[in-house]
């Protein structure tokens, strides 16, 4: 589970530089463009064995400069920053001190039930920290002192931060169902991923629990049938209609990636109208990216007239196939959420794959099949080195790994690699599965 943390507080109170600091910047990993004065940015970090996601919700200047008013898109952005994280550090300046528009920030985020930290910043040698007693009148229970420029007192916050984090629901929710699959539904907003939910609530009365009210605001349902259980979950509400779309769009990636690195199976639903589009791949290649299996689900395909006729189908299915490769081998399912249609073998291909992607080949079987391949399709040799392969196990890791001993693993290339994919996943059945190949030296 990825937790997320916002940076909050009037502009130039040091948020990002404390972002970078934080980060650390070279391990910034995606750039969202915010079209407002400087691109708005989160990052991945890592405390004490604890990740988490970091947002800088900066990004925006009064147009008069003046820093002494609340305007409405720091208003806005405070406000999505409150829904939307586990934890906000709420950032002040202490060369500067208090100002008004401190204590609304302060009033808006009192009104959250999320954990708040505030941190004064710009405590560079720590000659000014006997002056800070106005900002106790903010009333926050946890209060740092650091210098984002030089580092001083961050380590501390970053200690209380993750003391937080660790007791999050969040954290207890997943032990306690544990050994249950969780399955998710995403996709873009409008594809049908909650008309979905909703289809597979409806059609059975046994779906008991709603067990949200976590930190996560998502519709989390129990589902249990004919011997299925599975925690069944969308990514949650995005607003449609909203003025403040950009900022909208950016928490529903966000959310997405939450969502896949919680999830074992992911349901990736395309809108058949719509087709497959390069926003569908890139979600794609994050779920490949965090080893997590999938399911492509093409919705809405009651709108498609002669939605009886095969080879649109099949066509379909190669166009997506080219686009997704080499991990190819992925469920391909036309449904209608609406109608309810094709909907019943979803939830049993789903626990399939989730066995599968828990499954350990024996050694001996997996070089009895393999070792044959290795010897008629040799990786093609270099600079006159003959390149051969003598051993391969799979690893004891929870998602499938497999390592290939070689005498020279530097020199095997990316398609031979693609190549004995394909054949372990064709031998050993990993559909919807993605593996890993690795090479060492024996
Ligand atoms: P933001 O608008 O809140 O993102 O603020 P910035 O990170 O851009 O910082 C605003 C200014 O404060 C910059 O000139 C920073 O160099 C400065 N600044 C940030 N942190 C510190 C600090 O710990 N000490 C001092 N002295 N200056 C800082
Ligand atoms: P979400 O944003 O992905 O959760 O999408 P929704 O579930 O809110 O659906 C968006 C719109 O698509 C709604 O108007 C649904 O009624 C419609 N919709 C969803 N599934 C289907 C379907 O299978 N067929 C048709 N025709 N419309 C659908």
Request: hydrophobic content about 40%; overall charge positive; charged content about 25%.
């Amino acid at each position: 589970m990825s937790y997320l943390v916002s940076i909050v507080g009037r502009p130039n109170v040091g948020k990002s530089t404390l972002f970078n600091r934080i980060i650390g910047k070279k391990k910034a990993i995606v750039h969202v463009k915010s079209g407002v004065t400087r691109d708005r940015i989160y990052g991945n970090s890592e405390w004490n064995g604890i990740h988490f996601s970091i947002v800088d919700t900066g990004g925006y200047n009064p147009p008069n400069n003046n820093i002494d008013i609340i305007d409405t898109e720091i208003r806005k952005q405070i406000l999505i920053a409150l829904k939307e994280s586990d934890v906000i550090l709420f950032l002040v300046d202490m060369e500067i001190g208090l100002l008004d528009v401190d204590i609304e920030i302060s009033k808006i985020l009192r009104k959250c039930k999320k954990s708040i930290l505030l941190v004064v910043n710009k405590v560079d040698n720590g000659k000014n920290i006997y002056h800070d007693t106005d900002f106790f009148r903010l009333g926050f229970n946890n209060y740092y002192c650091i210098s984002a420029i030089n580092g001083s007192g961050t380590g501390e916050m970053l200690d209380r931060l993750i003391e937080i984090l660790k007791e999050l629901v969040v954290e207890k929710k997943v032990e306690e169902i544990g050994g249950i699959p969780r399955f998710s539904v995403i996709g873009r907003p409008n594809v049908g991923k909650s008309t979905l939910i909703n289809s597979f609530l409806d059609k059975d009365r046994h779906i008991v629990t709603n067990i949200s009210g976590t930190t996560r605001d998502s519709i989390d349902v129990f589902y249990k049938k004919l011997g299925y259980k599975c925690i069944l979950f969308d990514t949650p509400g995005v607003r449609k209609k909203s003025k403040i779309s950009e900022s909208i769009e950016f928490y529903s990636t966000m959310k997405t990636v939450r969502t896949i690195k919680y999830t074992d199976i992911c349901f990736l639903m395309v809108d058949a109208v719509r087709g497959w589009e390069s926003q569908d791949r890139n979600i794609f290649r994050l779920i490949e990216k965090n080893q997590k299996g999938v399911i492509i689900l093409i919705n809405k395909w009651d709108l498609l007239h002669n939605n009886k006729n095969c080879s649109i189908k099949r066509n379909f299915e190669i166009f997506i196939k080219k686009n997704i490769a080499p991990f190819d081998n992925v469920p391909i399912l036309f449904i209608s959420a609406k109608n309810k249609d094709g909907l019943y073998n979803i939830i049993p291909i789903a626990y399939h794959i989730f066995r599968k992607r828990k499954k350990k080949l024996k050694t001996n079987l997996l070089n009895r099949v393999m070792f044959p391949i290795l010897k008629k399709n040799p990786p093609p040799s270099i600079n006159k080195k003959l390149i051969t392969i003598k051993y391969c196990t799979q690893l004891p890791t929870y998602t499938p790994k497999f390592i290939f001993f070689s005498n020279y693993p530097q020199y095997i290339k990316e398609s031979y690699k693609r190549f004995i994919e394909n054949k372990i996943r064709y031998h050993f059945d990993f559909i919807g599965v993605p593996i890993q190949i690795f090479f060492r030296k024996k």
